[in-house]
């Protein structure tokens, strides 16, 4: 792709996105969904004005690592120690559930397999891809509406995070039956040395930035130090300790999130975010599919892959929180916000096709619950909050894409 090209590419995808994401509010939506449908229709499976590149989708990983640093920074510290033991339990049904039924969705489509079959490991599989959440979407959703940093959003946002890397470690385990040279301890013993590291990392970093910050409060090196920090925190979490990059950044906004210019530094990271790789991360998910490509088999199964995918996430999250005291909406609430997939179902989706436990053909199925699920997701939480008075109209207040 040559730099013209690229030029045309992200001038077409910035209009869509706020084109569409406008549209979304007109209808009283969350913009991130306009943003995503903007994709879909200017991508492969409409206009094919845009296609998938190595370069967008490098943007795209830029801006989620940025939207999840953010979301770091805005994380209440307080509310955090008091939800870290509910939000470890929500997770641990989010992961249970899915993998229970995505297994049982392959079995009941293709019969049911032997254990220590290869049939059996695949259908092991599928239910281990349900397993990943995407909280990307949830916390611009929530940010949208004003409740990121309310104690049931710290709750959603935690769970989403010890979810991908009780994933991440579900995927280690399923390929080490098939791949005997994965080490199982040594995955779950690098998760614990990144967090290990992640803590006495992050206090003598907070304690440098609170020094910086009291002799330079908001000028702009605040923010670049700090955006340093995140991609830092981000390369170090998965090449060394092979912990997906989001955790990495999300962990380095925690670690500033109580340095009194930590406002300050959220809105600089919102300018780069809004005007560019925010809208190439949210398109890049219409982008990555192509609709016309889906045959009538790989349909069918990808709409019981979508409702089964929806369904166990909610019920196994919602009825979590709901016996861990979370009452009435609010544990559906939960239950909404986790279901959303993203790039970590990609990952483990490909990772599945390098060591063949994962045909090509599956990925549509992929993809399509990512698309449906990031679009449901954001619309059904503001119906969800607009039940509450004062809140159908707080999605007025934040906007990523304006």
């Given at each position: 792709m040559d730099t013209m090209d690229i030029l045309r590419q992200l001038a077409i995808i910035i209009v869509a996105a706020k084109f569409m994401g406008l549209v979304a509010r007109k209808l009283r939506a969350p913009q991130v969904a306009g943003a995503i449908v903007a994709g879909l229709i200017i991508g492969p499976s409409l206009l094919g004005w845009v296609g998938s590149s190595d370069f967008l989708s490098g943007m795209a990983e830029i801006g989620v690592i940025m939207l999840m640093f953010t979301a770091g920074l805005e994380t209440n510290m307080q509310q955090l120690r008091r939800t870290g033991v509910k939000a470890t339990l929500i997770a641990c049904m989010g992961v249970f559930v899915p993998l229970i039924g995505g297994t049982l969705l392959f079995m009941g489509f293709y019969g049911f397999a032997e254990p220590g079959?290869?049939?059996?490991?695949?259908?092991?599989f599928i239910g281990t891809v349900l397993t990943a959440t995407s909280v990307s979407i949830t916390v611009q959703t929530?940010?949208?509406?004003?409740?990121?940093s309310s104690e049931l959003g710290t709750t959603i946002v935690s769970a989403a995070i010890i979810d991908d890397v009780i994933g991440i470690i579900v995927l280690t385990v399923v390929i080490g039956f098939k791949d005997p040279t994965t080490s199982i301890p040594g995955v779950i013993l690098n998760t614990v040395l990144f967090f290990v590291f992640a803590g006495v990392v992050g206090y003598v970093t907070y304690m440098i930035f609170k020094k910086f910050d009291k002799r330079w409060p908001h000028t702009r090196r605040i923010p670049i130090l700090s955006l340093a920090l995140a991609f830092a925190l981000a390369y170090i979490a998965e090449e060394f300790f092979g912990v997906a990059d989001i955790?990495?950044?999300?962990?380095?906004?925690?670690?500033?999130?109580?340095?009194?210019?930590?406002?300050?530094?959220?809105?600089?990271?919102?300018?780069?975010?809004?005007m560019l790789f925010g809208p190439v991360f949210f398109c890049s998910i219409g982008l990555q599919t192509n609709i016309r490509e889906v045959n009538s088999t790989i349909l069918l199964f990808s709409l019981g892959f979508v409702i089964?995918?929806?369904l166990t996430k909610i019920a196994g999250c919602g009825l979590m929180a709901h016996i861990l005291g979370i009452r009435g909406y609010d544990s559906l609430k939960v239950g909404v916000g986790m279901m959303t997939r993203g790039e970590v179902a990609l990952i483990v989706a490909q990772r599945g096709m390098t060591v063949g436990m994962l045909d090509e053909?599956?990925?549509?199925?992929?993809?399509?619950?990512?698309?449906?699920?990031s679009i449901l997701t954001p619309i059904i939480l503001k119906l969800l909050y607009a039940k509450e008075t004062g809140?159908?109209?707080?999605?007025?207040?934040?906007d990523m894409i304006a």
């Open positions: 079959s290869d049939a059996f490991y695949r259908a092991l929530l940010r949208e509406l004003g409740k990121l955790t990495g950044a999300y962990v380095a906004g925690i670690i500033l999130s109580s340095l009194q210019d930590s406002t300050y530094i959220s809105r600089k990271m919102d300018i780069n975010s809004y089964v995918g929806l053909a599956y990925f549509t199925s992929v993809i399509l619950l990512i698309i449906v699920s809140v159908a109209d707080a999605s007025e207040q934040g």
